[in-house]
């Protein structure tokens, strides 16, 4: 069974910085697209970073510049770190692979004061 553990979200003040972390099953880790997505409260989600096998990382418009994935394939985590963070990013973000497997974690809240 495939998990996905994230963590790190919380609150802070819109233009600081947090840090995910995602702890994913090693089966799948080394040979998957790895991404995070996030979702607003009524909203599907949908995917802001991405990462595949070689490393080689894509970003949605609305976080490029700001947001860094990176794969630490010895740990199994993913991570995103996430810079400059405005009101407009406040979500719960996910992690997941590109197609997304039905079994999803349980989310980490992050939410962006002004």
């Known amino acids: 069974q495939v998990q996905f553990v994230e963590s790190g979200g919380g609150l802070v003040e819109s233009g600081g910085s947090l840090r995910l972390s995602c702890e994913i099953t090693?089966?799948?880790?080394?040979?998957?697209?790895l991404a995070w997505y996030r979702q607003f409260p009524g909203k599907p989600r949908g995917w802001v970073a991405r990462?595949?096998?070689?490393?080689?990382?894509d970003y949605a418009d609305s976080v490029k510049g700001r947001f860094t994935i990176s794969r630490d394939n010895a740990r199994n985590i993913l991570y995103l770190q996430m810079d400059n963070l405005q009101t407009a990013d406040t979500a719960t973000y996910y992690c997941?692979?590109?197609?997304?497997?039905?079994?999803w974690g349980q989310g980490t809240q992050v939410t962006v004061s002004p």
């Open positions: 990462s595949n096998p070689a490393e080689k990382t």
């Open positions: 997941n692979t590109i197609p997304s497997r039905m079994d």
């Open positions: 090693e089966s799948i880790f080394s040979t998957s697209v």
